[in-house]
């Protein structure tokens, strides 16, 4: 009884807690209601209600969301741009290394310019290495241009003359020191603490750089800049004339990696040059957006009426957790957030079926233990516990299916197309949270609210 309360409340939370993300971020009240024609009485609302977004502060981590449905470029539109690497400097070993710290630090620099969910993908036709970028929202294409095309610059900085320990970043000053004159860095272990570091090796011309660097700089701050913003700002305890240094902090195994790959995109610069650009207009988005809208709507109704008509009182109470369903569908694509393409929606509106198949196993096996002479309460329990198999094999396939088409380790041989990718998130939420509705919201409606109805 104490768990089937807890159950209800947690369902209630949930709901609750869905409605307050759905809601539009404005909306705005409009009401004019008089008494009589003279206006004797009357009541008027005129007001606007604006959403916060949500903003947390875990530790040096800002989350920030706002709460609204993210839209791919083939329903926001956007820009297309195909770039092509130049690797004629890089050696053939390490051309697959560059390419990925090239899309990684177009990566970065595109997320400070707040733009939605870039999709960037590496691609190698014959010897030629290419990055695909779509920008959701960009109208202009030179401005897309201009943000990703520059090469990534790696430098080293000390602070002027000028300058306190209590320095900011703008007191730091260029030393000629740059990615150029970095040939290896590297995740290794303190043998004494066993703790991560990352250590250095520079070219001959950058370990005499390197030395003269240090010497005037013990004790002092030597900032890392990788275009033109710090990514590590270590202190120099001695000058280092081998030009091997290590950069001791505390690091974690994947914050060591993650520098190593920075100081990689800046050791290892490819000029790229753009190939392909085109501007992607949303209007054959937006009219595909509506028709699926209208599909989806048109299945979700027929749906509800059919468990109604065919199971009445459980197919009520199976429909009310449909509807829990897709308000917590959609709290999760703006909490995630996922960006929705045409595909992705594709994948929610086939979840919406697979989300009552669960329902109709668990009705038939309780039917049928009624009719071998079972009560009621013991019907239902069983009717759960005997569908559970069949419902854990068929959604395990999908996941399963979801798994290969997302390919989230970007294994060569599999899919790597962001719209194959967005069906297969939706449909990966849409079987979980189908679980989850299935088996514990409609149980627990069922064994709050089945009394008295009969099961034909």
Same mark, same amino acid.
């Given at each position: 009884?104490?768990?089937?309360?807890?159950?209800?409340?947690?369902?209630?939370?949930?709901?609750?807690?869905?409605?307050?993300?759905? *809601?539009?971020?404005?909306?705005?009240?409009?009401?004019?209601?008089?008494?009589?024609?003279?206006?004797?009485?009357?009541?008027?609302?005129?007001?606007?209600?604006?959403?916060?977004?949500?903003?947390?502060?875990?530790?040096?981590?800002?989350?920030?969301?706002?709460?609204?449905?993210?839209?791919?470029?083939? /329903?926001?539109?956007?820009?297309?741009?195909?770039?092509?690497?130049?690797?004629?400097?890089?050696?053939?070993?390490?051309? +697959?290394?560059?390419?990925?710290?090239?899309?990684?630090?177009?990566?970065?620099?595109?997320?400070?310019?707040?733009?939605?969910?870039?999709?960037?993908?590496?691609?190698?036709?014959?010897?030629? &290495?290419?990055?695909?970028?779509?920008?959701?929202?960009?109208?202009?294409? +030179?401005?897309?241009?201009?943000?990703?095309?520059?090469?990534?610059?790696?430098?080293?900085?000390?602070?002027?003359?000028?300058?306190?320990?209590?320095?900011?970043?703008?007191?730091? #000053?260029?030393?000629?020191?740059?990615?150029?004159?970095?040939?290896?860095?590297?995740?290794?272990?303190?043998? +004494?603490?066993?703790?991560? @570091?990352?250590?250095?090796?520079?070219?001959?011309?950058?370990?005499?750089?390197?030395? %003269?660097?240090?010497?005037?700089?013990?004790? #002092?701050?030597?900032?890392?800049?990788?275009?033109?913003?710090?990514?590590?700002?270590?202190?120099?305890? %001695?000058?280092? +004339?081998?030009?091997?240094?290590?950069?001791?902090?505390?690091?974690?195994?994947?914050?060591?990696?993650?520098?190593? $790959?920075? *100081?990689?995109?800046?050791?290892?610069?490819?000029?790229?040059?753009?190939?392909?650009?085109?501007?992607?207009?949303?209007?054959?988005?937006?009219?595909?957006?509506?028709?699926? *809208?209208?599909?989806?709507?048109?299945?979700?109704?027929?749906?509800?009426?059919?468990?109604?008509? &065919?199971?009445?009182?459980?197919?009520?109470?199976?429909?009310?957790?449909?509807?829990?369903?897709?308000?917590?569908? /959609?709290?999760?694509?703006?909490?995630?957030?996922?960006?929705?393409?045409?595909?992705?929606?594709?994948?929610?509106?086939?979840?919406?079926?697979?989300?009552?198949?669960?329902?109709?196993?668990?009705?038939?096996?309780?039917?049928? %233990?009624?009719?071998?002479?079972?009560? @009621?309460?013991?019907?239902? %329990?069983?009717?759960?516990?005997?569908?559970?198999?069949?419902?854990?094999?068929?959604?395990?396939?999908?996941?399963?299916?979801?798994?290969?088409?997302?390919?989230?380790?970007?294994?060569?041989?599999?899919?790597?197309?962001?719209?194959?990718?967005?069906?297969?998130?939706?449909?990966?939420?849409?079987?979980? *949270?189908?679980?989850?509705?299935?088996?514990?919201?409609?149980?627990?409606?069922?064994?709050?609210? &089945?009394? $008295?109805? #009969?099961?034909?």
């Amino acid at each position: 009884m104490k768990s089937r309360r807890f159950l209800i409340w947690l369902i209630i939370i949930l709901i609750v807690g869905s409605i307050y993300v759905d *809601l539009p971020t404005k909306i705005h009240l409009k009401f004019d209601w008089s008494f009589n024609q003279k206006n004797l009485s009357w009541l008027k609302i005129d007001k606007e209600i604006q959403r916060s977004p949500i903003d947390l502060q875990l530790g040096s981590k800002n989350f920030h969301n706002d709460l609204e449905i993210k839209k791919g470029i083939d /329903l926001a539109g956007g820009a297309h741009l195909v770039f092509q690497a130049d690797m004629k400097d890089v050696p053939e070993s390490n051309r +697959n290394e560059a390419i990925e710290a090239a899309k990684n630090n177009i990566e970065k620099r595109i997320n400070l310019f707040g733009i939605s969910e870039p999709v960037i993908q590496t691609s190698k036709i014959s010897e030629d &290495y290419r990055l695909i970028v779509e920008l959701a929202g960009i109208k202009d294409i +030179n401005q897309a241009i201009d943000l990703i095309g520059q090469t990534a610059q790696l430098d080293f900085r000390e602070l002027s003359k000028e300058s306190t320990q209590a320095a900011i970043l703008t007191d730091f #000053k260029t030393t000629g020191l740059t990615g150029k004159d970095l040939s290896k860095s590297e995740v290794k272990f303190d043998p +004494n603490s066993g703790q991560p @570091r990352v250590s250095l090796e520079f070219s001959s011309q950058g370990a005499q750089k390197f030395a %003269e660097v240090t010497g005037r700089n013990v004790g #002092k701050p030597v900032a890392i800049f990788l275009d033109e913003n710090p990514i590590e700002i270590p202190t120099v305890n %001695e000058k280092i +004339n081998d030009g091997k240094a290590v950069i001791e902090g505390n690091f974690t195994t994947d914050t060591a990696k993650n520098l190593v $790959k920075l *100081l990689h995109a800046g050791s290892l610069p490819v000029p790229i040059k753009i190939i392909e650009q085109r501007n992607v207009g949303a209007t054959l988005g937006a009219e595909s957006v509506q028709r699926s *809208l209208q599909a989806g709507l048109i299945g979700l109704g027929m749906v509800i009426l059919f468990m109604a008509i &065919y199971y009445g009182f459980l197919g009520i109470l199976a429909d009310i957790a449909l509807i829990i369903y897709g308000l917590l569908t /959609l709290a999760l694509y703006k909490l995630i957030p996922v960006t929705l393409t045409l595909p992705g929606i594709a994948g929610f509106i086939l979840s919406i079926g697979m989300a009552v198949d669960a329902n109709i196993l668990i009705f038939e096996r309780m039917k049928e %233990e009624i009719r071998a002479g079972k009560s @009621r309460a013991v019907a239902m %329990e069983l009717g759960f516990g005997r569908a559970w198999d069949s419902i854990r094999d068929a959604n395990v396939c999908t996941i399963i299916t979801c798994f290969i088409l997302f390919n989230p380790f970007n294994w060569s041989f599999l899919n790597s197309s962001g719209m194959v990718r967005g069906f297969a998130l939706t449909l990966f939420l849409g079987v979980v *949270l189908s679980l989850f509705t299935g088996i514990v919201v409609t149980r627990t409606l069922i064994r709050t609210f &089945y009394r $008295k109805e #009969k099961i034909k």
